[in-house]
């Protein structure tokens, strides 16, 4: 029997996960390990008695009263904290869901790669803040790494039988956000919930803010670096509004391979639950005719700042990817709590950059989980001030 665990089980990803689990059996077909959550400790526990689960752990610590009494009687271990959930990455299984939102998911996704199984990686905040890492302790450890996050999944799949020295080009499909069609300069008084309102996919409500403002798209771009080893120059992003495309990959003899599906994460969950072999999932299929155009459009650099400064944290190498990870969580952070505005979390990243990258040596690409943490560390802090500055300017 395959033993599985879910990090992040009571999110969006973590949810489609599950439902996916159940479908192809549940408790009958899997063991589950461990199952993972932040606060929401009734939904966590009522999965975990579903797949009776190992373990259900909650990061916060506040919650653990609430969630051992939803388990009372059922057998599952509750535990709670940061250090309860890594543990819980220490406890051996053959398919790991990395699905955290956040820096958060890349502790567990490091030590879950140790026990040499697959790593199912929706997080792509930990490539972009520790690829090298990642990378290496898979490769240290015989461990597999499979994409889950929809671009990734779709060039991944395009590559098969393929050999990656043969690739051109890499092309990302994005949505364009809530506001892509909103003039430009309206953009500075956009609020959460116009930019929460995605044309098409239904995420946690972080990545939506950040599909809109395109910030999702340079870290996939990023992703797309650390995940195939290709190089900057070969990866570009067009605006394909329909999210019918998931991806493309160009080969240098002029060939282009698509993939395309309906806009439901349990695709690119399913195929790397069912990897190698596909299974039949329960998403809906495409009618052409009835779609009838695919339209596409170049990004406005104006529009998504997000795309250029991608561009830069990829020329830095190094501890860029945590510096810029950080800082764009701590930018949303604030523009989540109404502090600063829409297009000031690119302003903060920015900011940020300028002002860690020259305090810290970026040239290295060995680098440890230590100074990962501290480049995290010191980027937070920096964007914090950032954003206070932003935030007084906004006030008066
Ligand atoms: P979400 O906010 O819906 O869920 C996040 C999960 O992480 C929840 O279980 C939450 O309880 C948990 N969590 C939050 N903060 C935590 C912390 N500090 N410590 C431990 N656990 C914590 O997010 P999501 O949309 O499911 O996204 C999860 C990951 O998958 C992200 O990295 C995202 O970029 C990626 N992803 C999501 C989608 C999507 O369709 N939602 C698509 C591609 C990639
Ligand atoms: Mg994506």
Redesign the pocket.
Known sequence: MRSISI????????ESTFDLICRAGGAKAFRTVAL?????VARLAEMARVLRAEVAVC?DESCLPDLRAALAGSGVQAAAG?AA?AEAADRPADWVMS????A??LVPGLRALRHGGTLAL????SLVTAGPLLMATAAAHGARLLP???EHSAIFQALVGEDIASVERIILTASGGALRDWPLPALAQATVKEALAHPN?A?????TIDSASMF?KALEVIETREFFGVSPDQIEVIIHPESLIHSLVGFQDGAIMAHLGAPD?RHAIGYALNWPDRAPLPVARLDLAQIATLSFRAPDLARYPALRLCREVMAARGLAGAVFNAAKEIALDRFLDGGIGFMDMAGVVEDTLARVMPEMCLETDVMTLEDIQGADHLARVRAAEAAAVLAGRRAT
Do not use: L, Y
């Open positions: 990090f992040g089980a009571t999110g969006s990803v973590g993972t959550g932040a606060r929401n990061a940061d959930i699905a955290i939102v956040g958060a998911g929706a997080n792509k905040e889950v996050d929809s996919w995420m946690g409500q972080r990545i999702n994460m």
